[in-house]
């Protein structure tokens, strides 16, 4: 599928690997809306890219339904969908003050997994009633998981089996939208300097950086976008997980 003169949306697209796609995306010529909780970065990174900004929380499904179809009646013909937005807390199952509580473990599902699936849900929907391109394809579809969905750390279960729930049903949607001309995909990420990244303390990032085997250095955001956009233009590219993350494979902790 051509860059030039789409329609796309990315949600998280107010910051790091999100905001690096909804850039990229646009210098290709794409034409982008960005969605995202934080509304007014959202309407910067928009401002600076000449897209669309729609506040929402994604995990709002009723306010997410009119985001995508705000986005859908202002850009027309959205074809891609780039799904960025995620939290990344780490919790002990049996930290300090006793056993993680429920909802912890619930709130990381239902943003990082159970609104990934609303997104593609809503997004194929729509896909779904355009007409093929010439190639036959309607749409493409590319989440985001995390190496942590196949190693994750100590005070990472919640965030793993996130991740590992969408590195899970790629496979499983692009068979099923495959009918549409709808590929799906995710990218698995390592570690990426970006604010989700920035949060940890300085230490664990170069101790991250130093364990990737080439090159010694955390990855950035622009590298992320880079295959994005390859994964948009290469119709063979399909149902797959690919990890970008310098050969770097976590350890325990
Ligand atoms: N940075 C890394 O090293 C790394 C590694 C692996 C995977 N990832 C994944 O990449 C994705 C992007 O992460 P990032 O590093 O760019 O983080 P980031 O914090 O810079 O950006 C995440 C964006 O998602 C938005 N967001 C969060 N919850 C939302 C919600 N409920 N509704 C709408 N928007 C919401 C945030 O406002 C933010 O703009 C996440 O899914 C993250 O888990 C990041």
């Known amino acids: 599928m051509k860059l030039k003169g789409l329609a796309a949306v990315v949600t998280g697209g107010a910051s790091g690997l999100g905001r690096a796609t909804a850039e990229a995306l646009s210098h290709a010529g794409a034409r982008?809306?960005?969605?995202?909780?934080?509304?007014?970065?959202a309407r910067e990174v928009a401002d600076s890219i000449g897209g669309l900004a729609v506040g929402c929380d994604i995990t709002d499904s009723a306010a997410l339904q009119t985001a995508l179809a705000t986005a859908e009646s202002t850009l027309r013909g959205i074809r891609v969908c780039v799904n960025c937005a995620g939290i990344g807390p780490a919790k002990r199952i049996l930290g300090r003050d006793g056993p993680m509580r429920l909802e912890e473990f619930s709130r990381v599902i239902s943003v990082n997994l159970v609104a990934a699936f609303d997104v593609m849900r809503l997004?194929?929907?729509?896909?779904?009633?355009?007409?093929?391109?010439?190639?036959?394809?309607?749409?493409?579809?590319?989440?985001?998981?995390?190496?942590?969905?196949?190693?994750?750390?100590?005070?990472?279960?919640?965030?793993?089996?996130?991740?590992?729930?969408?590195?899970?049903?790629?496979?499983?949607?692009?068979?099923?939208?495959?009918?549409?001309?709808?590929?799906?995909?995710?990218?698995?990420?390592?570690?990426?300097?970006?604010?989700?990244?920035?949060?940890?303390?300085?230490e664990v990032q170069q101790s991250l950086a130093a364990a990737t085997p080439f090159p010694k250095r955390v990855g950035r955001p622009s590298e992320y976008a880079a295959l994005a956009m390859h994964m948009i233009e290469n119709e063979m590219l399909n149902g797959e997980v690919i990890r970008l993350d310098g050969g770097i494979r976590l350890s325990a902790s």
């Open 32 to 41: 982008v809306a960005v969605i995202d909780v934080n509304e007014r970065s």
């Open 123 to 202: 997004v194929s929907a729509q896909m779904a009633k355009l007409d093929p391109l010439e190639s036959g394809e309607r749409g493409v579809l590319i989440h985001t998981a995390s190496i942590a969905a196949y190693e994750g750390q100590v005070g990472q279960t919640a965030y793993s089996a996130s991740k590992g729930g969408v590195a899970s049903l790629v496979l499983p949607a692009a068979r099923e939208l495959a009918r549409h001309g709808i590929r799906v995909l995710a990218i698995a990420p390592g570690v990426f300097s970006t604010p989700m990244l920035h949060a940890l303390p300085p």
